[in-house]
């Protein structure tokens, strides 16, 4: 199966047409609108609850934008809707909730959040509200275990590694060197069968996504674009870009 050409022919909103300048706020209904009316897809990213609902959310714990504090996973989809946000009125969507919102209308490009534990249910909750939904939609996860869970749950559904050249910042000292070592290069690629890469921006070019885009022609997104320079680096390296804090064509 190939990527679906609608993946690579509109800017990808990162989180959604966010703004927190007007209000705008990602991940929430108002940032889902914005992309819609601006003919953007959507990026979103989703997180288990102590439940197994999928809840749109980048974060694993709250504080950051919200009221509160505590591991979203050890939460109920009730409670984290009941949350408040600090600058914004709208509450946390379930991913069924943002598919009602979208109807179908722009792609919505899914990034399954991991714990990097094998824990699936994320995965399979998300094939459960997909079922359903007749709109273009594709999954991705930094976690080539999810993409592969992606691959054996979904395996209609055009699926997407999230990655960079290295994995030596502070955001992965959680992970093994084992772990760490078999994200790099995209050497997991035989097993998770990618339709599509998402590469950081910052790291572009790099051999693997080169390899990926002109040997195997898998399309290449890039993230998160959000300098003229960064514009001109996904331009010349990738086939569309994951954007925010700009709208592309004004």
Known sequence: MRAPDWLTARPVAHRGLHDAARGIMENMPAAAQAAIAGNFSIECDIQLTADGEAMVHHDDALGRLTEGSGALKAMTAAELKAVKFRDTPERMMSLGDLCTLVEGRVPLVIEVKSHFDGDRRLVRRMAQ????????????????????????????LPRGIVAQRNYDDSSWTKLTPAQRQGMLHLRHAFRTRPHFVAFWVNQLPAPAPWIARNVFGLPLLTWTVRTSEQRDRAARYADQMIFEGFVPGT
């Open 129 to 156: 509200v997909l079922a359903s939904y007749s709109g273009p939609a594709v999954g991705m996860s930094f976690d080539p275990d999810q993409v592969l869970g992606l691959r054996e749950t979904m395996p209609a």
